[in-house]
């Protein structure tokens, strides 16, 4: 049972462009939700969190949107840069009813940034 | 701040060999570090919660006796992979969570680099 979903394995985007990276989930519990970013052989790399009381979250390139009744969240990159293609995953938290911040993945999106 | 290291990054083991990967804060305390496994193209599944000073929870179909692991201190954990077989290759990825960091609440997981077991 896949809790977390990115049902977009690959995506392309022109450099200068705008990259949506789309995951849904499943479980209504999931109240806070982040971005990583991964690079072939290394650690996932933190990018934004946003929490469920919060719709929108924005840092520098990247934001980060909630919509909780669609049980949806996307994240923007604009502009997109060569250096930003990478894995880029999606994880959800059920922190304050668990306690136990553990966080559940989903598959990963490939994004190429065409230069 | 928030530094994760691994170490090793790279093992090769014969079968049947026990493989002990270590997992640093390097500065910061982590009272919770967790051990996920990624296998390629998939995503990362998250193997167990390790809290300082108490037993590892286990993810379901994890075997606790198969992956052994020891949260000592408030900077290290410890996989071992007791008597690995080829199918326990995988990259083993650790991370800590961050609870409080220079009087900043934080609720952010930060990740080490990995480390790639191959079990011939």
């Known amino acids: 049972d896949q809790q977390v979903k990115q049902n977009s394995p690959s995506l392309s985007v022109q450099e200068g462009r705008i990259s949506i990276l789309n995951c849904d989930y499943t479980n209504s519990m999931f109240d806070y939700f982040l971005w990583y970013k991964k690079y072939p052989a290394e650690g996932p790399t933190f990018l934004i969190s946003?929490?469920?009381?919060?719709d929108k979250n924005e840092d520098g390139r990247f934001t980060v949107f909630l919509n909780k009744s669609a049980k949806h969240l996307s994240l923007h990159i604009v502009p997109s840069q060569p250096g930003d293609s990478a894995v880029y995953f999606c994880?959800?938290?059920?922190?304050?009813?668990?306690?136990?911040?553990?966080?559940?993945f989903g598959t990963g999106t490939r994004l190429k940034v065409l230069a | 701040g928030a530094v994760v290291s691994q170490h090793p990054s790279r093992v090769i083991c014969k079968s049947g060999t026990s493989v002990k990967i270590e997992c640093r804060s390097l500065?910061?305390?982590?009272?919770?570090m967790f051990w996920y496994r990624q296998f390629p193209k998939q995503s990362l599944m998250l193997m167990a919660t390790s809290n300082e000073g108490s037993k590892a929870t286990y993810e379901q179909g994890v075997e606790k006796d198969k992956f052994l692991i020891n949260h000592a201190s408030l900077t290290l954990s410890t996989l071992t992979v007791t008597s690995a077989h080829p199918e326990d290759s995988s990259f083993y990825i650790c991370?800590?969570?961050?609870?409080?960091?220079?009087?900043?609440?934080?609720?952010?997981?930060?990740f080490g680099p990995g480390t790639r077991l191959t079990v011939l």
């Open positions: 500065d910061f305390q982590a009272t919770t």
């Open positions: 994880a959800a938290s059920a922190s304050l009813s668990s306690g136990t911040y553990k966080y559940i």
């Open positions: 946003i929490s469920s009381i919060k």
């Open positions: 991370s800590a969570r961050v609870l409080f960091s220079g009087g900043l609440l934080y609720n952010e997981q930060f």
